[in-house]
C-alpha cells in the first residue's frame, strides 16, 4: 500500500474539515442574534485564523524532519494547536483583538443591508457613491 496516497488523503480531508469550519464560523455570525453570540462568534472566528497560522509554521517546520508521520501525534498535537490557539484568542482579548474589531464592526452594521453597509463604510472613508455600479 502506498503510504503517499494515505497522507495526500488525510491532508485533502484536513483541507476540507477546514472549509466546511470557516463556513460554519460565517453562518454563526450571520445567524448570531444578541452581542453575547455575536461575541463569541467572532472570537471563535479570531481562534480558527490562530489554528491556521500555528498549523503553517508546523507544516514550515516538518520540512526538515525525515517524513515519518504518526497519526496519533498528529491527533494530539491537533487538538494542542486547537486549546492553544483558544488561549491566544482569550488572552489577547482586548479593545484591539480581531475578535473586538469584529465585534464592535457587526454591532455597528447590525440591521443594515449589504448595500447599506458599503455605502457607510464609503462614507466614513470620505468617498463619494452615486449607488450604482460600473
Given at each position: ?14 483541507s476540507l474539515a477546514s472549509a466546511q469550519n470557516a463556513q460554519k464560523l460565517s453562518s454563526n455570525a450571520q445567524a448570531a ?95 463619494v457613491t452615486d449607488g450604482s455600479e460600473e
Amino acid at each position: 500500500m502506498d503510504m503517499g496516497n494515505i497522507s495526500n488523503l488525510t491532508d485533502y480531508s484536513a483541507s476540507l474539515a477546514s472549509a466546511q469550519n470557516a463556513q460554519k464560523l460565517s453562518s454563526n455570525a450571520q445567524a448570531a442574534k444578541t452581542d453575547d453570540e455575536m461575541l463569541d462568534a467572532c472570537k471563535e472566528f479570531e481562534t480558527y485564523l490562530w489554528e491556521q497560522v500555528i498549523k503553517s509554521m508546523k507544516s514550515a517546520s516538518e520540512v526538515f524532519s525525515d517524513g515519518e508521520k504518526n497519526q496519533q501525534v498528529d491527533y494530539f498535537m491537533d487538538t494542542a494547536i486547537t486549546k492553544t490557539a483558544e488561549q491566544m484568542t482569550e488572552q489577547s482579548l482586548g479593545s484591539n483583538s480581531l475578535a473586538m474589531q469584529m465585534y464592535e464592526q457587526m454591532k455597528r452594521n447590525s440591521g443594515l443591508t449589504v448595500e447599506e453597509i458599503l455605502a457607510k463604510n464609503a462614507a466614513e472613508q470620505g468617498v463619494v457613491t452615486d449607488g450604482s455600479e460600473e
